[in-house]
């Protein structure tokens, strides 16, 4: 099992090693590091854009019992390929009197929040472009700095539907923040770290969402429900409203301008997923059940970053498949569920998953 | 307004905010075609609506009495075009009042099995719309899937799939196609446990019930001061279907339930049409059975047909309440004035005052549960 596909540390080293050779100077070397790993999360905010619009089209095409994109290359893959080149070459529509300045700021303030958490994810060992021991603060405290992008986005538009959609986006959005990381935080109690690697390495004996008993399962769902409604997604996308405020804070906005709020949107899906996989499922940590070697030996056969990309993977489907079969929720009602039900319920979960963790009473303690 | 009117409509409490107009429409994704609302708004909170019309004025009513009757047939479908062969049936039997004729037995069945059937594909796309208005895109879908299956029997019959023209005075247009009677039998045994699976997919949802129940709440003696008809008068719990209470054609021999909820709610108005369905579904079985096989299907009419002198009245219940038509002729080939009592328009009165107070989103759902197709509005 020494292959790349299993150690990527290992071929980050030897690159490193060898580039240091190279350029003759550490800092030169880091300095060189530091632009191919942005050209490299570019490159994957690019593909994972380009991958999530197909999946996200194929899947509610399929659950609503239609083909979806069939005709731009087998089995329509390239169809967001063209979608992408058409939003490119739209005209970017600034309305009369709205805050050019601002209108333009708004998409940027969303995109950069989304793209600058990639960085931090553990996709493998050792394939982390920052590894940071608040890792898993920076990430909450970046990703909630996009709703400053909606606000502005609608802020901006000068138009009273945008207004409406970027106020809502503003309740909703640091309203559900809250539940979302004391969800979190009931996991922090259990690992003692904020660190994303340090996360993973200790569910070596097993995952959270089930070694952390109950409160584990507990957290995972009201984190999964609360960062639904952190992308605006359905049952949680009154910010967009289509149907009653005609696409909300993005109305105003056309080609790479809207392509930026898309993108994020699914960047920030990406995101949601990524954490929640690392957090409550073991990020790469292959299925391990302490004790049981041999069968612990037969999961280890896939590579980490396979174990990942499907954790994650699953996430994403949970969170499109929310999408594609409910409807959307009414602002005071979402308000309500928030402030009265999930908020209670994860403080009442980290308390008692501070009581679980303070007396040691989790399974496969080390 | 009448004076036994007492019921006072229900309206949570709005907390003051300063207040702001706002257009929904004439193009909006949930005006469902060109309604325009005008809607005054505190924050979220619609503090009134104003609903504008016209922008699909064609003045049907007058250019009907430059038509001769036969021709005016196909601008009845075009009133509420998803209840075209209602319309079609309504006028038809003003035309047979006034020259005294009467329909062949076996068409009098095939209009009651076109009409129900219509009144089923006008449900399907109503809840698949109202689920897109509420957010959930696939009920749309799954309508559309199970509207085709109508639609494809109106094209073997009449040729169009959306502004249909079969039922005309004295009968039906022609001789329904040879597998007409196998389709329908067909899409009932298909349709019947369909409307179970529409249950399972929409209506037991936590959301869309916490967005309907109690939301838009229009009280019965409300309902009939505004002269609300169809499906949203009966989900308040007035028991009024013209097909029981003035039965037309053949109705008075099928046994069915009018849907009728007392609510008077979203919800109820929800209900009542997926209730209507399966009733539809239950005439046309009967229907089939009871149809001669075969003998003429449209009777002999004067090539051209005078109105003769005298005041013609004739009404039909479609699919979102009752159509009725009013015509004074002067003995010549077209009607000396004519007017049309639409559905819709009525329907329509009673939105904007059991709106107030709900919020902007309710504004969807409640429109959506009213089912309003702006044509028949404006005419």
């Not at chain 1, 149907?243 to 994020?264: P, R, V």
């Not at chain 2, 907390?15 to 979220?44: C, W």
Request: proline fraction near 5%; aromatic fraction near 12%.
């Amino acid at each position: 099992m020494q292959s790349w596909l299993y150690n990527v540390d290992r071929l980050v080293e030897t690159f490193s090693n060898w580039l240091e050779l190279r350029v003759g100077s550490s800092i030169a070397a880091e300095f060189v590091k530091a632009i191919l790993a942005a050209g490299l999360i570019a490159v994957l905010v690019s593909v994972l854009g380009l991958v999530l619009v197909y999946l996200e089209r194929k899947v509610a095409a399929h659950m609503q019992q239609r083909l979806g994109p069939m005709r731009v290359g087998p089995h329509g893959i390239f169809q967001t390929v063209a979608d992408t080149i058409k939003l490119i070459s739209k005209e970017d529509i600034i309305p009369a009197h709205a805050d050019r300045v601002i209108h333009t700021v708004g998409p940027l303030i969303c995109f950069v929040a989304a793209f600058m958490v990639i960085g931090f994810i553990p996709f493998a060992p050792g394939l982390q472009v920052v590894s940071l021991n608040v890792a898993l603060l920076f990430i909450l405290g970046i990703s909630s700095a996009g709703v400053l992008g909606i606000i502005s986005a609608g802020w901006a538009s000068n138009n009273k539907w945008s207004m409406l959609g970027a106020m809502r986006a503003a309740a909703q959005i640091i309203s559900y923040e809250l539940s979302a990381t004391l969800a979190l935080l009931a996991i922090i109690l259990f690992t003692g770290t904020l660190d994303l690697q340090g996360i993973v390495e200790s569910q070596r004996t097993g995952w959270w969402i089930w070694r952390a008993p109950v409160v584990g399962i507990f957290a995972f769902l009201i984190y999964l429900i609360a960062s639904t409604a952190e992308c605006n997604r359905t049952p949680f996308d009154i910010a967009e409203g289509e149907s009653e405020l005609t696409g909300g804070f993005h109305t105003e906005f056309s080609a790479m301008k809207f392509a930026m709020f898309f993108l994020s949107e699914f960047i920030n899906v990406f995101t949601v997923s990524a954490v929640s996989a690392t957090v409550f499922l073991g990020g790469w940590m292959p299925f391990h059940v302490d004790g049981l070697d041999s069968l612990n030996k037969v999961f280890d056969l896939v590579p980490p970053w396979v174990w990942f990309s499907a954790k994650t993977g699953a996430i994403i489907f949970i969170i499109m498949w929310f999408r594609w079969t409910f409807p959307r929720l009414r602002v005071d009602q979402l308000m309500r569920f928030e402030w009265k039900f999930l908020m209670p319920l994860a403080l009442a979960n980290l308390a008692v998953a501070s009581v679980l963790a303070v007396s040691g009473f989790y399974f496969f303690r080390s | 307004m009448n004076n036994d009117v007492k019921s006072e409509v229900s309206q949570p409490q709005a907390p003051y905010y300063d207040e702001m107009f706002i257009n929904m429409g004439p193009q909006h994704p949930s005006t469902h075609g060109v309604l325009r609302l005008v809607v005054k708004l505190a924050g979220e909170t619609v503090l009134g609506v104003s609903p504008h019309m016209g922008y699909v004025h064609r003045s049907i009513e007058k250019m009907g009495e430059t038509l001769s009757p036969m021709q005016f047939i196909h601008l009845t479908s075009r009133l509420d075009y998803l209840s075209a062969h209602m319309n079609n049936w309504a006028w038809a039997m003003l035309v047979e009042k006034a020259l005294g004729i009467k329909p062949p037995e076996r068409a009098e069945y095939l209009r009651v099995i076109m009409a129900e059937l219509t009144r089923i594909a006008s449900h399907q796309l109503w809840w698949g719309v109202f689920g897109m208005d509420l957010g959930a895109f696939t009920p749309f879908l799954y309508a559309f899937r199970d509207r085709e299956k109508i639609n494809d029997i109106f094209e073997k019959t009449c040729g169009s799939r959306l502004t249909m023209h079969y039922i005309c005075p004295g009968g039906v247009f022609e001789e329904p196609d040879a597998e007409f009677e196998s389709d329908v039998r067909s899409f009932i045994k298909y349709f019947a446990p369909v409307i179970d699976e529409y249950e399972r997919l929409l209506s037991g949802n936590i959301i869309i019930q916490e967005r309907t129940r109690g939301v838009g709440v229009l009280p019965a003696d409300r309902a009939k001061a505004y002269g609300c008809t169809g499906p949203v008068l009966r989900a308040s719990g007035v028991d009024y279907d013209l097909r029981k209470v003035q039965p037309y054609g053949v109705y008075n021999r099928f046994e069915f339930k009018t849907a009728v909820a007392n609510e008077g709610d979203s919800w109820a108005r929800y209900k009542v049409r997926l209730e209507e369905m399966r009733q539809s579904l239950e005439i046309i079985r009967q229907a089939l059975d009871q149809m001669p096989k075969d003998g003429p299907v449209r009777e002999k009419l004067p090539s051209v047909i005078k109105i003769p002198p005298g005041r013609y009245f004739a009404r039909a219940e479609a699919a979102r309440g009752e159509i009725a038509f009013f015509v004074v002729g002067d003995g010549k080939p077209v009607p000396w004035r004519l007017k049309i009592r639409s559905p819709n328009f009525s329907n329509l009165q009673a939105f904007p005052e059991i709106i107030r107070g709900w919020r902007v989103a309710d504004i969807v759902t409640v429109l959506s549960t009213f089912d309003i197709v702006v044509p028949d509005i404006d005419r």
